[in-house]
């Protein structure tokens, strides 16, 4: 008899524990595949100590295949799923090639992903902490920042680029503003230029306190804490809007700066929301045995599932996003997806959180177990301990507490990585008097108008100075492209104003390859 | 009196030493400005180890910054000098503004860049081994290759994506082929669909034998542990070109590979070559005293600079590109601006290297050291030791032992980062009868034909097929992508052919902003 074979989407918490799980308990009785768009699995809550520079990227990782021995790893992107036929359609590697792979049971673990529409200009201009990659983009971005500012002779880019902003405190704000202002202070001494006071680091909260998932007193706590090493925490602010200069908030304030972290707005994937799944609150409804309402075979677990916990109540409840709650599903999933195959009944899901706690940087946390309340070092000793045993695997264990023993005597690095950051086209958010480009800068690229309006003021020659308007569908950048010249104009936004820009080298390769779009821009230079 | 300045450009060997080493000579009594593209100084026979993974990436390079206490560093291009004025031109940060920094000493100290354009494709399909990102592209690149080969069904895939290619034998190329063969068998277990035999680890060598450098018996002992790895060397032959799908080479043999290393062929930089100095064999002639050849307090070390050793013979004799030179540069290049500014004496540049010793990975090497010849694991741990021993700063050492140390008993990462390695506008070359792309494939993006001709073949419905020419100027891709379904033709080079590639993100971000090119894009579309 062939083997049933169990397909799992996504190696988060939830999607890497159940395939283990599996493994071990069907004891080869079971073909089991995992599919993810990363090949490793990803410690979330460690991310702000990689953007810190306290531990090295990859220590924060794992490879999924060092994990999942005996389960086939498959780096790949599914984009369809064929409940009739039980098959699935992925992308996988160079050739892009659609390719099927059948399963008997499937298990979606997707987790959730950073919804930033919620607020204008955040999809263009912040920065997000989900995966490996946002940690070192951000760890990158306070380093590019600190070396401009050491070296400008502009007041406001010096002040744009000493601003950093984070929306949100909830865990992943809190220690990620928290590993920031850490990391501030260590690598301060390398930058002549600067001086602390120069820095801020400001947190917007919605709510009237940080951590609202821990009890007030704790909150208040970490507040203290960070307010004391001069984080700035905006209380019952929402975030409204960002521009490329700017964080705007719903009372009308604004705050010149280059970096925004987003750790608020989470929702369903492009590929949750493309299944014939009805989704409920952002996530796909699962019954009590963790199995997709309405289908059958198809689970669901981890964030990307609505798990239900008290069924029998009025009032629903459900398993909060976490990584413990997932794991514990994991476990769940795991045991009834066998015994379906052996016809044996399910299990529901119930699950009771041992504890929580939250990390501070600087040595400092906050956490409650089992009801106690913990603050200061011990809270933070316990997190770190409790993260330690938490990591898979020895080798990882090993390189991130010796990761933590060096930060302690030797220097936080500095070291920046260009490159990656920008992709060659981009969406650029401008307010109202917003500076787009000033007279003889080299010129970015090449832009165009999508929406809003802006104002070009050139010098004459006799110094009088000559307006001109430019609307939606409008150009420009290509003629100083062209001729190899600084920019000159100053443009400025006259309202809300988006902008494709299209970088210089991208530009004049496509421009010196395509003679018919080469003919239109030479037409339309002005 | 004013402090009289000295501007260093280039934080690599020579420029880092000579700025440490003027800082220490001047006690103050110079102003030290060093410019480099990156804040970081990169230990260069470090990176196949970097690339192998058995180094964390942070751990072979260290921040400027940290080494060069009382030193101003500026992360900075330098895009122009004026010798008059004693001036140069920079770019510098976000806003694009051309800034001006005057000297009264400059020195010139940016090494040489890879020169790829001698062999046509490996602009576009080749990796180099400068610079950190490189190291982390061909790691990248290889774990890529391999994640691809254990999932693909289509066998010349799996066979492309195993094979990996290093044009050249000289020192960078031996060890990084030395590192590559470690590290496909130390991560080998982790791919169960993957058999040994199936990688090919190729070394192409114009010459007769490998680190021609080092005495013969060295270069046999190398060359025999590199073949018993399962390393197959081509000796005496030239690479021709590359292509999207293989290397070339001169005696007409191709071989398919995704992945080339390029460790030959180096040249004066952009910036250097536009610079209004006569350039002698690629680099910047200088006096013994290593003072630019007709200029005044302008001083050129290192790579970028031809220094002479033996003025009074007839043959003239210039100093190796390599770090031990230009470490011994940077000593008497500070002296020199010392005494210069002190009215005194210059002293001419000599020195005998200690000794030249190569990594073969897998625990052996080669080395002569003062006359005396080792091999093996002696030689090994020399080349260890040595290098332990010339990386600068404490903290690197000790992360660099440990690093060392771990490897002897962890896994090697395989952790994969996508994104970064890709532009979003490149050319591609392909050769007579070489596939772009597939029918039913998720385009890859907008093609432009360049230079060459290709055949479209579509399938009718009743099963004849059609054929279609391409020329240059012609363009496709565009119609798949608005429509968002698969290609359906098979496109074959039917010559030497190079392609623009525009990616399909950028390219649909491109098209809806911009409406002229839009129409211009729905006339053409085919």
């Not at 996003?321 to 379906?340: D, G, K, M, S, W």
């Not at 898979?392 to 991130?400: C, D, E, F, N, S």
């Amino acid at each position: 008899m062939q083997k049933q074979k169990v397909v799992i989407i996504g190696g988060g918490f939830g999607g890497m524990f159940a395939a283990k799980k599996l493994h071990t308990l069907s004891q080869g009785d079971l073909d089991i595949e995992l599919i993810s768009k990363i090949n490793y699995f990803v410690y979330q809550p460690l991310l702000p100590e990689v953007a810190a520079g306290t531990l090295n990227p990859q220590d924060a990782v794992t490879p999924l295949r060092n994990l999942l021995k005996g389960v086939q790893v498959r780096l790949a992107e599914v984009t369809d799923i064929d409940f009739d036929a039980k098959q699935i359609t992925l992308l996988q590697g160079q050739r892009k090639i659609l390719q099927r792979v059948d399963y008997d049971h499937l298990v979606i673990a997707t987790g959730q992903v950073a919804n930033l529409s919620l607020f204008p200009g955040f999809e263009h201009h912040s920065l997000t902490m989900k995966d490996l990659s946002d940690a070192y983009r951000l760890r990158n971005r306070v380093i590019e920042c600190m070396e401009m500012a050491d070296v400008t002779r502009f007041s406001d880019i010096k002040q744009r680029a000493l601003t950093f902003v984070i929306a949100g405190a909830g865990f992943s704000g809190v220690e990620t503003m928290g590993e920031l202002a850490e990391m501030v202070d260590r690598i301060l001494p390398e930058y002549p230029n600067i001086e602390r006071h120069e820095i801020r680091l400001v947190m917007i909260q919605h709510g009237s306190r940080i951590l609202p998932e821990l009890p007030k007193h704790l909150s208040e706590y970490a507040l203290n804490q960070l307010e004391k090493r001069g984080v700035e925490v905006w209380l019952n602010t929402g975030v409204h809007s960002a521009t490329q200069h700017a964080v705007y908030t719903q009372d009308s304030r604004s705050l010149p700066t280059r970096t925004i972290v987003t750790t608020i707005g989470n929702g369903p994937s492009e590929f949750v929301k493309s299944l014939p799944i009805a989704l409920q609150r952002g996530r796909i409804a699962v019954s009590a045995e963790l199995e997709v309402i309405g289908l059958s075979n198809i689970w669901s677990i981890g964030d990307a599932a609505l798990v239900p916990l008290n069924t029998s109540q009025e009032e629903p409840l459900y398993a909060p996003p976490t990584a413990q709650f997932a794991v514990a599903q994991a476990e769940v999933l795991a045991q009834n997806i066998l015994h379906r195959t052996r016809g044996q009944n399910l299990a529901a899901f119930s699950y009771k959180a041992v504890g929580i706690m939250a990390s501070l940087g600087g040595g400092r946390g906050v956490a409650e177990i089992y009801g106690r309340r913990v603050t200061g070092i011990a809270a933070w000793l316990i997190w770190r301990t409790a993260y330690i045993g938490m990591l898979p695997g020895l080798a990882t264990r090993i390189r991130v507490a010796l990761d933590w023993l060096f930060d302690l005597f030797t220097p936080r690095t500095i070291v920046y990585m260009a490159e990656s950051d920008r992709p060659a086209t981009r969406y650029l958010d401008y307010s109202e008097g917003e500076v787009v480009q000033h007279a003889n800068e080299v010129p970015a690229g090449f832009y165009v108008v999508l929406s809003g309006s802006l104002t070009q003021e050139f010098e004459r020659a006799n110094g009088a100075s000559e307006h001109h308007q430019l609307q939606v569908g409008d150009s420009w950048g290509s003629r100083a492209l062209k001729e190899h010249r600084l920019t000159h104009g100053k443009i400025t936004a006259r309202e809300e104003t988006k902008l494709l820009l299209v970088n210089s080298d991208d530009f004049q390769r496509l421009r010196s390859s395509y003679a018919a779009f080469n003919d239109l821009l030479s037409a339309g230079d002005k």
